[in-house]
């Protein structure tokens, strides 16, 4: 168990519950992570990696309105956030129909697999969430929809910073 972040963590593979559980402790524990909030006067958007070994995988992300990582899954691997300042929109394709819209307030968190598509984006003038995933990220994939409702997917890097690939907001 290691206890870098100043909490347990497994040495094995977790699950969706599991992971949920690690993102709610770490942000109670702000001591771990709050040295990493940062928004860059250039407008840039701001993530550092919290942690990482061979089964999980943390990040904290800073978030503005426009910052938007674009439709993306997260290949093999399950996902937790946690939302610890302002609040951040996810919004999940439909097939013939508006996508799905939820606004995640500061002190909720969301769990997802492997199978999960989605985009995230800034909700309030500055957002900040904890991110992890099991097993760490290696790919992603990324998604276009076209005019037409054709949904293309690109496999890009964990290390690329996520942004659309359609020009089209989450937000219309």
Do not use: K
Request: a negative charge; aromatic letters at 8%.
């Amino acid at each position: 168990m290691s206890e870098h972040l100043g909490t347990p963590i497994p040495e094995r593979t977790l699950d969706r519950r599991e992971l949920r559980d690690l993102v709610d402790r770490l942000a109670a524990d702000p001591a771990g992570w709050q040295d990493q909030v940062d928004f860059p006067a250039d407008g840039r958007r701001h993530y550092a990696s919290l942690y990482r070994d061979a089964y999980v995988d943390v990040w904290l992300l800073c978030w503005r309105p426009e910052d938007d990582t674009g439709w993306h899954d997260h290949d093999v691997s399950s996902g937790a956030v946690h939302v610890v300042e302002g609040a951040l929109l996810e919004c999940n394709p439909r097939i013939g129909g508006e996508h799905l819209e939820t606004v995640v307030p500061e002190g909720r968190s969301f769990s997802f697999g492997p199978d999960h598509i989605h985009r995230l984006t800034g909700a309030t003038e500055r957002s900040v969430s904890i991110h992890a995933y099991s097993p760490p990220l290696w790919r992603l994939g990324q998604y276009s929809i076209d005019d037409s409702g054709v949904m293309r997917r690109v496999s890009v890097s964990y290390a690329d910073e996520l942004r659309p690939l359609d020009g089209v907001s989450a937000v219309a």
